[in-house]
Nanobody
Framework: QVQLVESGGGLVQPGGSLRLSCAAS????????MGWYRQAPGKERDVVAT???????IYVDSVKGRFTISRDNAKNAVYLQMNSLKPEDTAVYYC?????????WGQGTQVTVSS
């Protein structure tokens, strides 16, 4: 089992920044993929960014150039630096840990972008 705890969400004005953090604990394998997904009201949960333990990244087109994912493998942590936030970024953001066909989710953290 793997437990994921997110932090860092909140209310921010358009153009502002937030940094999300996620700490993983439990049965962590060195080779894995960690990332961030989001779910807006009435929509499906979609990928935002992922990063392998080797450092390869994937971003959804809508956040490229604005969001940066990073990891600290020694701490089993993943981060999401979000800059130039837009109202359409409003969603619950979920941390994900995946190894092979098994994935785990955090409880989610709300990000609201509004003036």
């Amino acid at each position: 089992q793997v437990q994921l705890v997110e932090s860092g969400g909140g209310l921010v004005q358009p153009g502002g920044s937030l940094r999300l953090s996620c700490a993983a604990s439990g049965r962590i394998y060195s080779m894995n993929v960690m990332g961030w997904y989001r779910q807006a009201p009435g929509k499906e949960r979609d990928v935002v960014a992922t990063m392998t333990s080797g450092g390869s990244t994937i971003y959804v087109d809508s956040v490229k150039g604005r969001f940066t994912i990073s990891r600290d493998n020694a701490k089993n942590a993943v981060y999401l630096q979000m800059n130039s936030l837009k109202p359409e970024d409003t969603a619950v953001y979920y941390c994900n840990y995946r190894r092979g066909g098994t994935g785990y989710w955090g409880q989610g953290t709300q990000v609201t972008v509004s003036s």
